[in-house]
């Protein structure tokens, strides 16, 4: 295993782990932060997968309460 070539692999920062997968795999995606040209920006989501039919893309399902002033109250609502 000394003689195959060297995959190339970062640590995108954020307190994420570098999956084993993309250290040790045989893929190729440039659109992969941990093994291409694409840098993370803008704010991280968390949330619950609601499909991965998609190529590369996912369906993620935030829940949040929006406070009404007028009860005095939060309601329950989401974001697909």
């Known amino acids: 295993s000394s003689k195959r070539s060297m995959r190339y692999w970062r640590n995108v920062g954020l307190s994420f782990a570098t999956p084993k ?3 040790e795999g045989n893929y190729v995606d ?3 932060p941990f093994t291409g040209n ?3 920006r803008g704010k991280i989501l968390k949330g ?3 499909s991965t039919k998609m190529k590369r893309t996912i369906i993620i399902r935030r829940n949040y309460l929006h406070y009404i002033k007028k009860f005095n109250r939060f309601e ?3 974001s697909n």
């Open 38 to 40: 694409v840098s993370i």
């Open 21 to 23: 997968e993309a250290k």
């Open 48 to 50: 619950m997968v609601i």
């Open 76 to 78: 329950k609502r989401h």
């Open 30 to 32: 440039k659109k992969c």
